[in-house]
């Protein structure tokens, strides 16, 4: 059989409805192999978990440019671990400050891009965090 | 492991269909087991197909139409399987049909799959079949399946429908030659979506006409069938026609989606009567099996017969030392003496 395809859902949570950044990762990931799940815009972290139920990805990646990351982050993983999807890895991009990465971190997230990224890294990183954890 | 997790699927439990819906959809042994318990409480889902060109509207239309589904028959719950192409370079994908799906996801009796078509031509209507049945085990009553409508794999995979509907929009090409031949024939429903555009009625009556034609045609072959026979034509004539009715409709502004569900369940009763609910169901599992008898009978074969064997015969028939048939018969020749004594 073939290597189990990697799953990731791209969602914008909250209000800002701008989601470049997100499309870029999102096709940067599909030309790595990866199949994405694209939701669009401004979803509540309650439809994203359940996206990322009916799903059942891997993988979800948040984009956020409101500034709102603090209370939406927790949130989001919040609801995916009340679905039972305790295993999906988190990542999360967009404009956040250096002093609130820690605390995102700490709540289970399992990296933190900021713009510029190298979406290489990304992919890599997915692919590294999807492997440890199967 | 599986069977917890199947029987949670039976308790209602989504996130174990969806795991098993993964598991079937990579083909795991999991997922082979899992389909061969569940496929035995299959059968009561209304597989409705939804292909067309891409951009033609095909997810605001299943947006739409779930949400009428839901509001006729708030007992079934509906299911939607939504297939995209992978890249043939990177067997990656990007899966956006849920983006015109937005109004459904409060309803938690509507479960939306994203599917990418991984590459697979014959394959993917059996992976997607595979997932209906999932679906149809786990109680869903209406299960739509979106496909792009190009080429042979889609009409495949809407095959397996009991209700194929067939969208375009105006200008999307030159008079609705972006449906591609073929494709028309398989539509139990036309529908030319974007009606708020300019072009939608001449689309409708360039539709109507194609329709017209075959069934003309069809009426035609009866009736030489009949004479052939001197059967009394009023008896003989099978009441149980259907005409694909062209509908017009506003995905975006849910116009039209009264009459287009008014047609499918008017369809799903008009294949129940005339027994062809039964023979379309027939023909499906027969069509499953034939598929997976040829790959476990390719599989047998080359258990039986060595590689370098099938290696030389292609050597020689390069060499048009001899043809390709030949090669065949003595690989069959082969298999079938190898077979006989193995199977002792
Ligand atoms: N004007 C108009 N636009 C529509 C209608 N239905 C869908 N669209 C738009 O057409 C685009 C493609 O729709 P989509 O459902 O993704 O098409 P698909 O590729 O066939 O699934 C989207 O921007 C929709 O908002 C309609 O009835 N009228
Ligand atoms: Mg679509």
């Known amino acids: ?134 | 492991m599986t069977s917890a997790l199947i029987d949670s699927l039976r308790k209602g439990n989504r996130l174990a269909l969806s795991r098993i819906l993964s598991q079937v959809e990579n083909g795991t042994d999991a997922g082979i087991a899992a389909l061969e318990e569940l496929f035995l409480e299959t059968g009561t889902a209304h597989k409705i197909g939804i292909t067309g060109p891409p951009g033609s509207g095909k997810s605001t239309l299943v947006n739409a139409l779930t949400r009428e589904l839901r509001r006729r028959e708030p007992e079934k719950k509906v299911a939607i399987i939504a297939v995209d192409p992978s890249s043939p370079f990177t067997g990656g994908a990007i899966l956006g049909d849920r983006v015109r799906m937005l109004d459904l996801q409060d309803d938690k009796q509507i479960f939306i799959r994203s599917m990418a078509s991984r590459g697979a031509l014959g394959g993917l209507a059996e992976q997607t079949e595979a997932l209906s049945q999932v679906f149809d085990a786990a109680g869903y009553g209406f299960i739509l399946i979106e496909t792009v409508g190009a080429g042979q794999s889609e009409v495949d995979v809407v095959n397996l429908a009991h209700t194929t509907i067939v969208v375009d929009a105006p200008g999307m090409g030159d008079d609705i030659q972006s449906i591609k031949a073929g494709i028309l024939e398989i539509a139990d429903i036309l529908v030319v979506n974007k009606a708020d555009r300019p072009g939608a009625d001449q689309s409708v009556s360039y539709l109507k006409n194609m329709v017209e034609m075959g069934y003309a045609r069809s009426i035609n072959n009866r009736n030489h069938h009949l004479e052939d026979f001197h059967e009394n034509p009023v008896e003989a004539t099978p009441s149980a026609d259907w005409i694909p009715p062209v509908l017009k409709t506003v995905a975006s502004e849910y116009q039209g989606i009264t009459e287009l569900t008014n047609a499918i369940l008017t369809h799903a009763a008009h294949l129940r009567q005339s027994g062809q609910w039964h023979a379309k169901d027939q023909a499906a599992i027969r069509t499953n099996i034939n598929h997976q008898l040829i790959a476990g009978l390719l599989k047998d074969f080359h258990q039986n017969v060595p590689a370098e064997l099938v290696d030389s015969l292609v050597e020689k028939a390069q060499k048009r030392a001899i043809s390709p048939n030949a090669a065949v018969r003595d690989l069959l020749a082969y298999n079938r003496n190898n077979t006989v004594e193995s199977s002792e």
Not at chain 1, 100 to 116: A, E, F, R, S, T
């Open chain 1, 1 to 134: 059989m073939t290597e189990k395809k990697i799953r990731v859902l791209i969602a914008k949570p909250g209000l800002d409805g701008h989601d470049r950044g997100a499309k870029v990762v999102a096709r940067a990931l599909r030309d790595d192999g990866m199949e994405v799940i694209y939701t669009g815009l401004r979803q509540t972290p309650e439809m994203i978990a359940e996206a990322a139920l009916q799903e059942d990805v891997d993988v979800v990646g948040l984009s956020i440019l409101s500034g709102a990351h603090n209370a939406l982050v927790p949130q989001v993983i919040a609801n995916l671990q009340a679905n039972g999807q305790t295993d999906v890895v988190v990542f999360l991009g967009g404009i956040i400050p250096e002093d609130d990465i820690q605390n995102l971190l700490d709540h289970g997230v399992y990296k933190v891009y900021g713009p510029g990224t190298d979406t290489r890294e990304v992919c890599k990183d997915i692919r590294e965090a999807v492997k440890t954890k199967a």
